[in-house]
């Protein structure tokens, strides 16, 4: 279940994210009813009571019967949407797509209901990043007209994609709020101590000054190292004269934010959460050597020089991110264990084969459309 609710609000949700947080234009095109013969609004299930229609779950069905035509293109043969999954007479591949559809379906309801329960919104600042997102992703697209495309290739409207954007944003604000100090699922005292103890997990931040290029591999000469060095004891030096810890910290992060080269500085400004074998080992010696707050020497590793800080498991904001990730994992999969679904006619009805068969014929249709108003497939077209 867990890996279910990781797909779910995880890779689920990116998957529209990356996809394209797009713009909700509006459109009383239906791409349901083109593919299906119904329209979208048709209610295939109700997650207590709440409605979940075709356009809510036929982009999921699309995306992973993709993905298992993918699979089966790539070992060279085709889909048998009949054959067991296990080879030992378990559910078939169309069950299962059917299933990991409706389930993650389930998964943007509850989060939907939940968040609107608790108040959380898609507030303005939301909007206008999702506006800046959008600009950019049609230009990465090729244009509105490629956009278009796309979306209906994968059963959806803008309508629905900014839907569907907006429960992964409130979802991000929701985990945020319960999990603050007094929201309802805040870490108790020590508990953070003890997430890191139980995984094993180790923080610490760093100032990194590379001793090679990292787009070759190519070692600096040992004039440049040198440098290197010495620019490290000038930092290191810095920093010890501080005695105070939070000057200490704030010092460090100044100069960390100034001088560090690490690559993945960008993406982890608070520092790193890691466990054994996950860092180079001149690294890690170090850190275990040192008590939270600490700061080491000039450690040297095959990347370069290191001044590291180790961080208190409890004071740790990527610790904390990832507890909190973990905490509302257990949180929603206990919430969509609660969920009352009642499933419609037509969703019983409802088979992964017939719809892709019918998916893949509208695709081609969209196809020759788009060849015969691409000037490049014109004969006719003037050079």
Known sequence: MKAIMRRGLAV???????????????????PVKEVMGYPGSTVLFKVDGNDVTASDYFFWMAKNADYVNSYYSAMGGAVDWTGSIDGDGGATMDEYVKSESQNTAVVYSVVAAKAEAAGYEFTAEDKAEYDEQCAETKEQLGGEEAYQDYLKTMCLTDDLMLELSKVGVVYSHMEAGLCADGGEYAPAEGELAQYAEDNGLMCAKHILLLTKDMSTGQVLSDEQKAEKKAKAEELLAQLQAISDPAELETKFDELMQANSEDSGLQSNPDGYVFGEGEMVQPFEDAVKALEPGQISGIVESDYGYHIILRQDPADA????EEWQAQKMDGVLEQWVEEAQVETTQTYDDLTTADFYEKLTAYRATLEDSADETDPAQDPNAED
């Open 317 to 320: 904001p990527a610790l904390r």
């Open 12 to 30: 689920a949700l990116s998957a529209v994210l990356l996809t394209g947080v797009l713009s909700g234009c509006g459109s009383s095109y239906d």
